[in-house]
């Protein structure tokens, strides 16, 4: 390849590519609808996690819980926690999420790698603050939690009914299992 070529092309994808990280990071899957009526500060604090699609960095992890707290800059500071089985100890991932348009729409990207941000809606939310159901940009991410490490059968049911409507596969589910560590 031409050296000229070999610039344009790094010139395009940098340019580019920040453009398509920024617009993957605002995605929902087809037919979400985010909640519209979010109380920021109700939703911070530990959240335990339920049920969840596996990925990469959760891969063996149970007693994960997700921990919410405001920065001075108006963004959120989160702290995932969970215990590795396979590895027997726990681990830690810091990041930060922002809201997409205002705070009381469920819209917001999280951050765990510089500027790099995924997508994180709610699209459920009780009106106690304690349950919530959180997708990513398409159905490979959703996440089922709770204030406490358990979910009645009747949350769990209504939050299974809405994400099979939006074509998630319920048998990727794996149920966290929370205890003694």
Known sequence: MKKSHL?????????????????????????AVPV????????????????RFDFFFEKNVDNTTAHY????????KVVNRGYNYKKEKWQEADA?????????????????????????NIIEIDGDYQYALVVGKNTDYIWFLSRTPEMPE???????QTAESLGYDLTRLVWVEHGNR
């Open 96 to 120: 930060k999420a922002k809201f997409i348009s205002t705070p009381n729409v469920g819209r917001l990207k999280v951050s765990f790698f510089g500027p790099f941000y995924s997508p994180y």
């Open 7 to 31: 610039l344009l092309l790094t010139g395009t994808t940098l340019a580019v590519g920040p453009a398509l990280l920024l617009s993957s990071s605002s995605a929902l899957p087809k037919g």
């Open 154 to 160: 009747s949350i769990k049911q209504k939050y299974l």
């Open 36 to 51: 519209t009526n979010l109380d920021p500060e109700k939703y911070l604090g530990k959240w335990y996690e339920i049920a």
């Open 69 to 76: 707290s405001l920065n001075d800059d108006g963004s959120i």
